[in-house]
């Protein structure tokens, strides 16, 4: 593919987007972190990076060797159903409605940022499909009058079940509209029941360094990844836990067996393929906030008037598309979410 990036007219200067100084920054960040020769591995969901701002037609590969794939997989390979999974498909919510059409699913399967796995998303999803999902059980616990351990299959057989069409916005300035399935978050805390005194929902990802190429030794980073929100924002309708897409077992590459969706804030937000879940007292750190606090904050809020320190937030385009929107605050979710914020919680 041609290397040639065509101007538009929402850009910042092509100097702007990644300047060399702000690459040696970037490096001496790496060193002072003890992340030199690491890579640029980071995190779950969609994730920052410092080349991922442009339009999709200016491509850039990761000078990272990946573990080579099944010779014969193919992107049609990673959006089939899981033998044995009790996911089953389920009627659209009508209520979630988005007046933009649909991402392509083949599309949506191959760009997508899993750095766990590598971070070229040409090689991410194949990378991920190392992940085993089956069995998967998931701990709920911390500040909750029931806390359990429960399979993932067990936990879906619990849950309402649903489909929502959200729109879904990456801090790297791509976007997509996609149909989840799964249920409501809020469904899971009247499961568990969480205590007065609990005021926010820490996530923790998986650790398998045998199977994911991003987590074995060297990588630099404090893995599993880890995220965080205030007990309101769980609770809030649009909070969504994806265990299906394109009504069908959510592929590896989103995150199976079990993320969560926020169609307001940036997608790292929304952890991947978690194993644990813990109501807490004190807000929990975040995995990106910890190594750039100036770049990534707790809320992460989608937000035009905030740019990126690297970047101007102020557009995005469709992936598969590329046809370019204004960014809209909370990513167009403003009458769901913003009565939360009250302050600069962007």
């Known amino acids: 593919m041609s290397q040639i990036r065509i101007a538009k007219h929402w850009d910042v200067d092509r100097g702007e987007a990644t300047p060399h100084a702000a690459y040696l920054r970037r490096r001496e960040f790496l060193r002072r972190a003890g992340l030199a020769g690491a890579g640029l591995l980071g995190l779950s969901g969609c994730r920052p990076t410092t080349v991922d701002e442009r339009p999709a037609n200016a491509e850039v590969k990761s000078a990272a060797r990946p573990v080579e794939p099944p010779p014969d997989l193919s992107i049609e390979d990673t959006v089939k159903p899981v033998p044995g999974s009790a996911f089953h498909s389920c009627d659209r919510n009508a209520r979630y409605t988005v007046n933009r059409p649909t991402t392509d699913e083949l599309v949506a399967a191959r760009y997508n940022n899993f750095y766990e796995f590598g971070t070229d998303k040409e090689s991410c999803w194949r990378q991920a499909q190392r992940l085993t999902v089956r069995p998967w059980t998931i701990d709920i616990g911390g500040l909750v009058a029931k806390p359990m351990t429960i399979g993932i299959d067990d936990l879906i057989r ?77 609770a809030n309708e649009l909070t969504f836990v994806a265990t299906g897409l394109y009504g069908h077992d959510l592929p590896k590459q989103h995150g199976a067996p079990f993320r969560m969706v926020l169609p307001w804030k940036y997608g790292y937000k929304g952890a991947k393929s978690i194993v644990r879940i813990e109501f807490t007292a004190e807000r929990p750190k975040t995995f990106w906030n910890d190594y750039a606090a100036n770049e990534y904050g707790f809320y992460s809020n989608v937000n035009p008037k905030k740019p990126h320190p690297r970047w101007s937030q102020a557009r995005e385009w469709m992936i598969g598309t590329q046809v370019e929107h204004d960014t809209q605050l909370y990513n167009g979710y403003g009458e769901y979410v913003a009565a939360m914020y009250t302050g600069d919680e962007h």
């Open 158 to 234: 619990k849950m309402p079940c649903e489909e929502r069409l959200y729109r879904f916005r990456c801090v790297e300035r791509w976007a997509m509209v996609v149909p989840w399935s799964g249920f409501p978050f809020a469904a899971l805390m009247k499961l568990v029941e969480p205590l007065s005194a609990a005021k926010f929902v820490r996530f923790v990802s998986f650790l398998k360094p045998s199977e994911a190429v991003g987590q074995g030794p060297g990588s630099g980073w404090n893995w599993p990844y880890y995220e965080g929100l205030t007990l309101a924002e769980a």
